[in-house]
């Protein structure tokens, strides 16, 4: 138990479906992450926030949306997905922004895309 | 391209051995952090190395940040099936919001 869940665990979307990716940490933290971890390339960090608010996209295309209504909890709202989206999205948090503080992270949520 | 560089990639050994993995960058970092990353589940901080030189141990694994904080690397003391993840340093960088993290090494170890 990491203290961050995610969910669902796993998802199939065809390109046309739109369908959100919830993730809750029960931490007490201020800063959340969405990456993007696929098998053939390094763990990519897609946005970052602090106290709800967007201090980092990490040029995401805009079919990734992400929504952090408060410091507990992060959405990714995703509509019209590629193929090559497919992966594992992981959801991270830390006490504060920044490398310096460890990034607690959730078990992540399969998705692939038909 | 990839601000830090891990070594190897994959890594396939036997019970008992030993083995070092390897994470370099020509950056400087004001710390950095071991993650290691079991199947079906998120990475888990293993340590994080502050000061330059560094080195920090771990029941079986000792990690170390080099002089010039630009690299770091494990070193794991007769791996057992438990040790079998995927391993990744991330470092931070002053001014930064996040971590940088590395490429990875897949360990697996053969009963």
């Known amino acids: 138990e990491t203290g961050v869940t995610q969910t669902p665990r796993h998802l199939v979307m065809g390109m046309t479906n739109k369908k959100s990716l919830k993730c809750e940490q029960h931490l007490g933290h201020n800063a959340m992450y969405w990456y993007k971890q696929s098998a053939k390339k390094p763990l990519e960090l897609m946005f970052v926030?602090?106290?709800?608010?967007?201090?980092e996209n990490n040029s995401v295309p805009s079919r990734f949306s992400p929504e952090c209504p408060n410091s507990s909890h992060l959405f990714l709202h995703l509509h019209t997905l590629q193929p090559e989206d497919s992966a594992l999205y992981l959801c991270a948090s830390s006490r504060d922004p920044g490398g310096n503080q460890p990034q607690h992270f959730g078990d992540g949520t399969r998705l692939s895309i038909l | 391209t990839q601000l830090l560089e891990q070594s190897p990639q994959f890594l396939s050994i036997q019970e008992g051995e030993n083995l070092t993995v390897y994470c370099n960058s020509s950056?400087?970092?004001?710390?950095l952090q071991w993650y290691r990353q079991e199947p079906g589940e998120g990475p888990v901080l293993l340590v994080t190395?502050?000061?330059?030189?560094e080195v920090k141990k771990l029941k079986r694994l000792t990690f170390q940040f080099g002089d010039a904080r630009k690299d770091s690397s494990l070193h794991i003391t007769a791996a057992q099936p438990g040790d079998t993840g995927l391993y990744l340093c991330a470092g931070a960088r002053g001014g930064a919001n996040n971590l940088f993290f590395g490429t990875g090494t897949r360990l697996t170890v053969i009963p």
């Open positions: 950056s400087v970092f004001s710390s």
């Open positions: 190395v502050v000061t330059g030189g």
């Open positions: 926030y602090n106290f709800k608010e967007q201090t």
